[in-house]
């Protein structure tokens, strides 16, 4: 004879329109879940309709995935639609902030092997498909058995410990104020998205409960820095004497200093982009750049990405009024250098694009050539980026409107003032003298009118000719 088994406790709730019921061996265990369920009522808590549980059960159970599971899902969430230089500044950030968010150090791989196994790999989604080396398999293996709840982040101490290690480079000493508040505002976004996901018990971002002081970052330009116009003609001449490659380049310097263009944006400047008439003012027309960010981190596997202009939409283009002198310095460029076959006016002798090196080695000769010994060794010009500043330092001393210099050189009003606050300090001093002089001027006595008719204190017989009277 067959005994039949027991019916199990089955404990029954609604949600809105649907039902739904859990199975128990005892008695005992179904009213404590109905108890539960209950007491998550009389709280107030809502219940999420699809799978009838009380919002802190559902907290509790996405809670349970770690910081690096976390992490991954950041990644694949943001990839597709992100830049490459973002894609690697988000893995440069990650694999500073993980390994310090794991809950023991034993068994851990080293630094190094770290830094590899998340940099190289897991947060590089071109390479989710690959197979890892052996220790860069067992880092990673490590890091998914150990690395702490993303729910323990709403504790300020743990939060923390992801900005003390932000602030430190693999070596142990402290990073560049602009790297740690690079990697800060990453971890700011994958907390924000932590709080969507709904893994904390407030809708509130942790990194905003913690006090923290970023490092001091010095933004503004350093005066010390700045060429005058006569030193940059120096340098450009250092550049052009340098044979062939040197007159190749001299006009790609040019464009950093006459139209205060950024490096990449020069790298992808086309002839069709230029207006270079035989007399008068000429006009470049900016639409984008090549930033090199290395074949890893690109969707058609090459070193350079095309990017529009920077903080701009995609279409968008930025005209840049550049002088006479200039102008003729171009024509002399492409009817000498010619362009490459897309059209772009510089390039390497295979007609690829320019790589830093290259022109920097350049660049250093030339100041070493032209500069006297002590002002080699200081900040003057250092790097050919600062050929950029000299040129919006030089519209600003020049009298030029902030608001049109910020215009020509693709920064906002507020940054302008921010970077080059220094420089307009400067300029600020001399219009105080101007208005100053204005004043003293303003403030000695009136001179007494000249008769009706004598205007010009003459004699009625008197007329001018070429400022002579007769």
Request: include cysteine; proline fraction near 7%; aromatic fraction near 8%.
């Amino acid at each position: 004879m067959t005994r039949e088994r027991p019916k199990p406790y089955r404990p029954r709730w609604r949600v809105g329109q649907r039902e739904h019921s859990k199975s128990y061996q005892l008695k005992a265990q179904a009213d404590g879940r109905r108890s539960e369920l209950m007491s998550a009522v009389r709280r107030g808590e809502q219940f999420d309709e699809e799978v009838g549980l009380p919002a802190s059960e559902i907290r509790a159970m996405q809670g349970a995935i770690t910081w690096y599971e976390h992490t991954l899902n950041y990644i694949e969430r943001k990839w597709a639609a992100a830049p490459a230089k973002s894609r690697k500044n988000y893995a440069d950030a990650l694999a500073t902030i993980t390994p310090a968010l794991a809950k023991t150090r034993v068994g851990r791989p080293d630094a190094a092997t770290l830094r590899k196994a998340l940099y190289g790999w897991a947060y590089n989604h071109n390479r989710w498909d690959d197979e890892p080396p052996a220790d860069v398999a067992h880092a990673l293996r490590w890091l998914a058995k150990n690395s702490l709840p993303v729910s323990m982040l709403e504790q300020p101490s743990i939060v923390r410990l992801a900005l003390d290690a932000l602030a430190l480079k693999l070596d142990g000493k402290s990073a560049a104020p602009r790297t740690a508040r690079r990697k800060r505002a990453c971890l700011s976004d994958v907390l924000g998205l932590a709080v969507e996901q709904g893994y904390f018990s407030t809708p509130v971002n942790p990194l905003t409960t913690v006090k923290w002081a970023a490092p001091k970052t010095a933004e503004e330009v350093d005066p010390d820095s700045v060429a005058n116009p006569r030193q940059v003609r120096a340098l450009l001449k250092g550049v052009r004497e340098q044979g062939k490659r040197g007159e190749h380049l001299e006009a790609f310097f040019g464009c950093l200093y006459y139209a205060a263009m950024r490096p990449a944006e020069v790298t992808a400047l086309r002839l069709a982009q230029c207006h270079l008439p035989d007399k008068g003012w000429g006009t470049l027309t900016l639409r984008g750049g090549f930033v090199r960010v290395g074949k890893g981190w690109t969707d058609d596997g090459q070193a350079h990405e095309a990017r529009h202009l920077k903080a701009r939409a995609a279409k968008d283009s930025r005209p840049v009024l550049i002088p006479p002198h200039f102008v003729r310095m171009l024509r002399q460029h492409v009817a000498a250098h010619g362009t490459a076959p897309d059209g772009r006016l510089f390039r390497t002798n295979r007609g690829g694009l320019l790589q830093e090196t290259g022109y920097g080695e350049v660049w250093a000769q030339a100041r070493t050539d032209v500069l006297s010994e002590e002002e080699a060794a200081s900040q003057l010009a250092r790097r050919p980026y600062d050929l950029r500043h000299a040129g919006v330092s030089f519209w600003l001393s020049s009298g030029v409107d902030p608001m049109e210099c910020a215009r020509r050189a693709g920064h906002t009003i507020a940054v302008l003032f921010r970077v080059y606050a220094k420089v307009l300090a400067r300029t600020q001093d001399a219009a105080n003298r101007r208005i100053d002089a204005a004043m003293r001027e303003w403030s000695e006595p009136e001179q007494p009118r000249p008769p009706p008719g004598d205007a010009w204190g003459t004699r009625p017989d008197q007329t001018w000719d070429r400022g002579e009277i007769r």
